[in-house]
């Protein structure tokens, strides 16, 4: 099996610690599945932030979700849902509308259109995840599940402690 170094051709020496060759391989294979799910998932032009949104709202109620709840149950960056709910707005995959209790408020539903195209893409979603993992016991799928659960916290707990003293 390569090692990241071999596999980015890094010589000998420049990863120091076991610590930077994990997170440079979490970067590399969150890239690589990135790009395997644009190639072959999102190639229709939808993005992965959107097709997010769109099963956010497949699995929500009929009334719709508040623009802000979608931003917060996003994966991907936030600051760009806005522009995603535009595009799937302009393709007819969404319906956005003010709140009637609070017209500040956006509340999203997917139109019929969209929940066409999300009873497509889902089986094939799930099916590629599943290969993606197939090479993994199921032990080993725990084991990576708890791995980054933690990691994840580690990360939560030390986040304000970094914007705290980022950047002077």
Same mark, same amino acid.
């Given at each position: 099996?390569? $090692? *990241? !170094?071999?596999?980015? =051709? *890094? /010589?000998?020496?420049? *990863?120091? #610690? &076991?610590?930077?060759?994990?997170?440079?391989?979490?970067?590399?294979?969150?890239?690589?599945? +990135? !790009? +395997?799910?644009?190639?072959?998932?999102?190639?229709? @032009?939808?993005? %992965?932030? !959107?097709? =997010?949104?769109?099963?956010?709202?497949?699995?929500?109620?009929? %009334? @719709?979700?508040? %623009?802000?709840? *979608?931003?917060?149950?996003?994966? #991907?960056?936030? @600051?760009?849902?806005? !522009?995603?709910?535009? +595009?799937?707005?302009? $393709?007819?995959?969404?319906?956005?509308?003010?709140?009637?209790?609070?017209?500040? $408020? =956006?509340?999203?539903?997917?139109? &019929?259109?969209?929940?066409? &195209?999300? #009873?497509?893409?889902? /089986? $094939?979603?799930?099916? %590629?995840?599943?290969?993606?993992?197939?090479?993994?016991?199921?032990?080993?799928?725990?084991?990576?599940?708890?791995?980054?659960?933690?990691?994840?916290? #580690?990360?939560?707990?030390?986040?304000?402690?970094?914007?705290?003293? &980022?950047?002077?």
């Amino acid at each position: 099996m390569a $090692r *990241i !170094q071999e596999l980015l =051709n *890094i /010589p000998e020496g420049v *990863i120091e #610690t &076991a610590e930077e060759e994990a997170v440079l391989g979490l970067l590399r294979t969150t890239e690589m599945l +990135h !790009q +395997h799910a644009r190639r072959t998932l999102f190639c229709d @032009g939808l993005s %992965q932030a !959107q097709f =997010n949104i769109m099963l956010i709202l497949e699995h929500e109620s009929e %009334q @719709g979700v508040s %623009q802000k709840a *979608i931003s917060e149950r996003l994966i #991907t960056s936030k @600051g760009n849902t806005s !522009q995603h709910i535009a +595009h799937l707005e302009a $393709r007819k995959l969404i319906r956005r509308s003010a709140a009637p209790e609070d017209r500040r $408020r =956006n509340t999203v539903v997917l139109t &019929a259109k969209g929940r066409r &195209a999300v #009873t497509e893409l889902e /089986p $094939r979603y799930r099916e %590629q995840v599943a290969e993606v993992f197939r090479g993994l016991s199921k032990s080993e799928l725990a084991g990576l599940i708890k791995s980054v659960d933690k990691l994840r916290l #580690t990360l939560m707990a030390a986040r304000e402690r970094w914007e705290l003293g &980022a950047c002077g």
